[in-house]
């Protein structure tokens, strides 16, 4: 773990002070709580009643806050021990959906928790990896960890929750004056400005849209409906739960494709918290990636959605340097109260768009520009070239160009799904191919010098 804890706020086993413990929590929930949109929208596709939302929200949120404490707290056996919160993963909502078509919540619970066990079984072979990740790659995995919210940031940016949705300039105003905030608190401010500059940029959104929106305004006003204090009902949907092998291969790629994208947040993680590393310790993200598939597996069996970890909450520990693994516990922690209330968890969950637009692209900057430090760190070769611009290109291209791949042979379609798990693929095949001839000239000399 980082021996120098002077270079940061607070070093990755700090304990922070009561108070600072407690803010720094809750700016991470305020990033955690943006993705419980996927339960709401999960909801109202299968036509479920508001108890059934606010149940599967509740199972959602136990399953992350135990996820996130299990994660940093960093058990002899599980757990990466950094501060690598979960989230509901969003990478994981058509396929549960067609799940839910298929066979109701139960047969989505039973293929959640197949993705869950398949991360459990590619964690211990994650240390053998070893040499297939130079240190070109693990930046590009990094860089490309930050690329993959970019659909997402951006359409918050701009207020659009639907592909035809109108632009207002209002929207854009109040993306704008919200990301300004955040990074000129984090850029000019010392201290409590500056280890707090997302929670401060989204205080300051939020009252600018309540001013500049009526429509946020009179949005708040159904939060009077929700009870303050509320167990979760396991309701007739939420009893049994089964499979189904057609749809076991789906949810095995999507599982694989899941530890990719958790394995470059827990390399960020371990970059950001462990600079003097030379090289990776694959012990650690071999633990994270066990918690993460253990959650996985938790989610399925509470009946809630699959979870993940986040790259936004890595980000903004990184852009902030306030690194304690005990703030993703305490996160962890308070999220798992906030569970049973849903009139909080409601008046958290409809925070402005282009104000959740803005925490994103601000967290996701440092986590881009952090991958690029790394791959630019030693110096290149046209090996390098080709690799890195080759796997840009047909990993980029997944999120430009979706529909060019949903008409594509289902065996392209199943690795050419998200920028992140396309490119990293793609990297690692070329890197090995085109050092083949390294490979076997050193076997030539080995063999001629054994003789």
Known sequence: MAKNPKQY????????PT????ISAIQHILLMVTTLVFPILFASQVNGTAEFSASLIAFSMLAAGLGSIIQSVGLPFIGSGYLCPNIVGPSYFSLSLSAAWTGGIPLMRGMIIIA???????????????????TFIVGLVVAMV????????ITSFFGLAFSGDAIKHADIFVGIFSLMVMVLANLWGKGFVKMYCLLIGILAGWILALILIPEFLH???????????ALPVIGPEFRGITFDFKMVL?????????????????????????????????????????????????????????????SSNV?????????????????????????FFPKLITVLSMTPKP?????????????????????????????????????????????????????????????????????????????????????????????????
């Open 9 to 16: 706020e607070y070093s990755v086993n700090q304990v922070p």
């Open 19 to 22: 108070l600072h413990l407690l």
């Open 116 to 134: 869950g066990l398949v991360e459990m079984a590619i964690a211990p072979m994650i240390q053998k990896l070893k040499k297939v990740f130079p």
């Open 146 to 153: 930050g690329v993959s919210i970019i659909n997402q940031s």
């Open 219 to 229: 949005n708040l006003t159904v939060v009077k409906d929700f009870p303050i204090f």
């Open 250 to 310: 789906p949810f095995v790629v999507i599982g694989i494709s899941g530890s990719l994208k958790s394995f470059g947040n827990l390399l960020a993680a371990q970059k950001i918290s462990e600079p003097e590393l030379k090289e990776p310790n694959f012990t650690p993200i071999r633990k994270g990636l066990m918690a993460d598939g253990f959650s996985t597996v938790l989610a399925g069996l509470l009946g809630g959605m699959a979870v993940d970890t986040s």
């Open 315 to 339: 980000g903004l520990a990184g852009a902030t340097k306030v690194l304690s693994r005990w703030i993703s516990v305490c996160a962890g922690g308070v999220f798992v109260i906030l569970a």
């Open 355 to 451: 104000v959740m637009g803005a925490s994103l692209i601000f967290a996701g900057s440092f986590m881009i520009c952090t991958g690029l430090q790394e791959m630019f760190s030693e110096k290149w070769n046209p090996r390098n070239i080709f690799v890195v611009g080759i796997s840009l290109f047909f990993g980029l291209s997944t999120a430009s160009l979706p529909s060019l791949y949903a008409r594509a042979p289902h065996f392209i379609q199943t690795f050419f799904t998200d920028p992140l798990p396309t490119t990293t693929i793609i990297a690692i095949v070329l890197n090995q191919i085109f050092n083949l001839d390294i490979v076997l000239g050193t076997f030539r000399k080995k063999k001629v010098h054994d003789r």
